[in-house]
């Protein structure tokens, strides 16, 4: 069924005009948002029409509208806020490094090689490097990538988002990308195609969600995330010290 169906058509704008009614804390908190922020927000994931929820505060599980409703969040700050809201370890840890140590002193401290150190033991890696957000790690990954292969070009798939200048929707190169000339873009699931795209002249990294989540939340098949984790290896499009 689709938005053309009269009956759907009026369902929808019914729970708009509920969503609006609602809501008028985050609507006019919106307006005043977006003759500051581009687009009202501080990342364009954040929006929804007609205009996003503004939350007032978290705890645990859940999370507090400015319009009084509570809800129970289910994004987890897309896997980053997995020990919920406010927990209260988290919090005494965080204020007794600002009280003893700073927000930021502008160097190096002892802290943060403990902090990276639990990190590499846990997973079994070398060496970690910190970053702000998605969109700086998976730059600092791909530079990487380019500069151990010496090629320039990347597979990415239809759907597919890794931060905000590497979208990849409908199956096009987003118009904001960065090295827009060296994207291959290949169709999600699709192994044979894919493994055909991994092995074309350049190409130095695949990047890849297991499951998409822009994209429509497509799961990849085991088949898909095998057959790439072994073309790319075959291909040696990044280092794997253990097995040269």
Same mark, same amino acid.
């Given at each position: ?14 729970? *708009? ?7 008028? %804390? ?5 307006? =005043? ?56 370890? %988290? ?11 700073? &927000?930021? *002193? ?12 639990? &990190? ?32 320039? =070009? *990347? ?13 990849? =929707? ?13 994207? %291959? ?21 695949? %990047? ?13 098949? =085991? ?22």
């Amino acid at each position: 069924m689709s938005l053309e169906s009269p009956s759907l058509r009026a369902a929808l704008d019914a729970a *708009v005009e509920n969503f609006v009614t609602r809501n008028p %804390i985050s609507k006019a908190l919106h307006e =005043k948002a977006v003759k500051t922020f581009p687009g009202g927000n501080t990342r364009t994931v954040l929006h929804t029409d007609p205009f996003p929820l503004c939350m007032k505060s978290g705890k645990g599980y859940q999370v507090f509208s400015e319009d009084g409703d509570t809800y129970t969040d289910l994004t987890a700050e897309f896997t980053a806020g997995l020990y919920g809201h406010s927990n209260p370890d %988290i919090l005494a840890i965080l204020q007794h490094v600002i009280q003893n140590v700073g &927000l930021n *002193v502008g160097a190096t401290t002892a802290q943060e090689q403990l902090f990276a150190r639990e &990190l590499c033991d846990r997973f079994d890696i070398e060496r970690v490097r910190l970053t702000n957000s998605g969109t700086e790690a998976n730059l600092h990954a791909l530079a990487a990538a380019k500069l151990y292969t010496g090629k320039s =070009k *990347v597979v990415a798939f239809d759907g597919g988002y890794h931060g905000a200048v590497l979208g990849f =929707k409908d199956g096009k190169v987003a118009a904001n990308n960065v090295d827009k000339a060296d994207w %291959i873009v290949a169709k999600y699931n699709d192994v044979e195609g894919t493994i055909k795209a991994i092995k074309s002249e350049g190409v130095a990294a695949v %990047i890849l969600e297991a499951m998409q989540g822009s994209g429509g939340c497509i799961c990849g098949t =085991k088949e898909f995330l095998t057959g790439v984790e072994k073309a790319a290896k075959e291909a040696r499009l990044f280092p794997n010290p253990r097995n040269q």
